[in-house]
């Protein structure tokens, strides 16, 4: 995970090379650790992974897919529970940061002036939005996103559990 964030933070991609030797090698340990029911246990992972961030993807009509095959190392390696787990808390630190930069950059006193003059037909000139539109338009690595949620996952599991009424 952090070789994948790194790497999408220089390159704007999670290479091939990373993702699919990462299920394979979770589906391996599996397969030591608990027999041909973990290599299970790990298929059943990837394939949770895999088919939730498509789902997600396909709603949003996104493009680019070394998050989603990610995710389905991260599910190959730790299970079913976890890739959900993990896909969890990675939205909610990747739907934050993308708020908050959105956020940040909306020209808040000019904002607040026209809400003000609702009445009077004020508006807001394109221009005063330029940098809101640039902050919309750009892309964010999500690598260092999905290894936050992982880790999150990992370190919150069980209170997650209690939380939700899993015991």
């Not at 009445?119 to 996103?145: D, I, W, Y």
Request: proline share 5%; net charge positive.
């Amino acid at each position: 995970m952090a070789i994948a964030a790194v790497t999408d933070i220089r390159t704007g991609k999670i290479p091939n090379k990373l993702t699919f030797p990462g299920a394979a090698l979770g589906i391996f340990l599996q397969l030591l650790a608990k027999g041909p029911l973990g290599a299970l246990w790990g298929v059943e992972g990837w394939v949770v992974g895999v088919g939730s961030m498509l789902a997600i993807k396909m709603f949003l009509r996104q493009f680019g897919f070394g998050d989603v095959k990610l995710i389905g190392a991260i599910g190959a390696c730790l299970g079913p529970w976890l890739a959900l787990l993990s896909l969890f808390y990675f939205s909610f630190w990747f739907g934050a940061w993308s708020l908050s930069r959105l956020l940040l950059s909306l020209p808040w006193k000019q904002l607040l002036l026209v809400l003000r003059l609702a009445g009077s037909g004020a508006s807001l000139p394109a221009s005063s939005l330029e940098r809101f539109n640039q902050v919309r338009k750009s892309t964010v690595p999500v690598g260092p996103f999905i290894a936050a949620g992982t880790v999150c996952a990992l370190l919150l599991e069980h209170q997650t559990r209690q939380f939700l009424g899993f015991r």
